[in-house]
């Protein structure tokens, strides 16, 4: 793409003007610029994206499964057969 000049530049503020009016131009600047600036934040945040924490390093679900089983064997085990727990 080669650059604009001076008389590109004209024509198309000249566009601009004619598109927009006079009186909406400053306005229509600034929301493009807000937009602008919004997306460029937002671009900015895709590269940064890091996980926040570690997952944690508790015991995994196959631990903590097998050590509810135990728990609940050694409780079947104090029972009696009638439901009544053992003097």
Same mark, same amino acid.
């Given at each position: 793409?080669?650059? #604009?000049?001076?008389?590109?530049?004209?024509?198309?503020?000249?566009? /601009?003007?004619? #598109? /927009?009016?006079?009186?909406?131009? %400053?306005?229509?600047?600034?929301?493009?610029?807000?937009?602008?600036?919004? /997306?460029?934040? =937002?671009?900015?945040? #895709?590269?940064?994206? =890091?996980? *926040? =924490?570690? %997952?944690?390093?508790? %015991?995994?679900? +196959?631990?903590?499964?097998?050590?509810? +089983? +135990?728990?609940? *064997?050694?409780?079947? *085990?104090?029972?009696? =057969?009638?439901?009544?727990?053992?003097?």
């Amino acid at each position: 793409m080669q650059d #604009l000049g001076w008389a590109e530049i004209l024509i198309i503020a000249l566009v /601009f003007v004619l #598109l /927009f009016g006079a009186k909406k131009l %400053p306005e229509t600047a600034r929301a493009v610029g807000r937009s602008l600036r919004i /997306f460029k934040a =937002e671009a900015g945040r #895709l590269h940064d994206d =890091e996980p *926040a =924490e570690p %997952p944690p390093s508790g %015991p995994t679900l +196959e631990e903590q499964a097998r050590r509810l +089983e +135990e728990r609940a *064997a050694r409780l079947r *085990a104090g029972m009696r =057969e009638d439901g009544q727990a053992k003097p």
